[in-house]
């Protein structure tokens, strides 16, 4: 059995749906959670921060990597067969795509990656058509660096905004495995 990476950002409207296909892959793969401080630690409309801790790790069956300190062996013990980060927030797509390793799930990626092994990025930002365009194109031309496909959720009242389509997560991280980008990216 494959050992999958899930790796949690703070976009919480999409945790339901992430938490949701984590279930769903947990048939197939090992799984070992990750989660950003932010992920970790915040109550919000959608959750408190205990009820999605107490959920993933009732799925997985292992604690949350939710500190550096805790991600960073992910490299040189070579845990992960791929990594998955979902959701993926502006805010880290942006930190990947310049370097910035200081949160777990950014350490975690770059632990991972120095393995030459997939990374998979299911994005989920309300400004992926603005600001973060950038940072999404640099990142599609990184080596084993691969998107979930994407489409915009709500073009009349957030026209900025991307979400990853969840239910194509196991076909790409398949082809992610395969060294092959899932396509189209981009998804009516």
């Known amino acids: 059995m494959l050992n999958i990476g899930f790796a949690m950002c703070g976009s919480f ?14 048939e197939k793969y090992s799984i070992v959670p990750v989660m950003s401080e932010a992920a ?6 959608f959750g408190k921060a205990e009820e999605h801790i107490s959920r993933i790790e009732e799925i997985t069956g292992k604690s949350i990597i939710h500190t550096i300190t805790d991600a960073e062996p992910i ?29 777990p799930v950014t350490l975690a990626a770059k ?26 194109g640099a990142l599609m031309n990184y080596r084993n660096i691969f998107f979930v496909p994407m489409r915009q959720d709500d073009f009349i009242n957030k026209p900025n ?15 992610a495995l395969d060294g092959r980008q899932l396509q189209p990216v981009l998804i009516k």
């Not at 409207?13 to 947990?26: M, N, S, Y």
């Open 13 to 26: 409207c999409t945790f339901k749906k992430a938490t949701d296909l984590l279930d769903r892959l947990k």
């Open 75 to 103: 490299g040189p013990k070579k845990l992960l067969d791929a990594l998955i980060i979902c959701p993926c927030t502006g805010n880290t797509l942006g930190k990947l795509a310049n370097g910035i390793t200081d949160t």
């Open 111 to 136: 632990a991972h990656l120095r393995n030459g092994r997939p990374l998979l990025i299911s994005v989920s930002t309300n400004d992926a058509l603005a600001a973060s365009a950038k940072n999404i």
């Open 40 to 45: 970790y630690g915040t109550d919000t409309r």
């Open 161 to 175: 905004s991307i979400v990853a389509d969840f239910d194509m997560t196991e076909a790409a991280l398949e082809a």
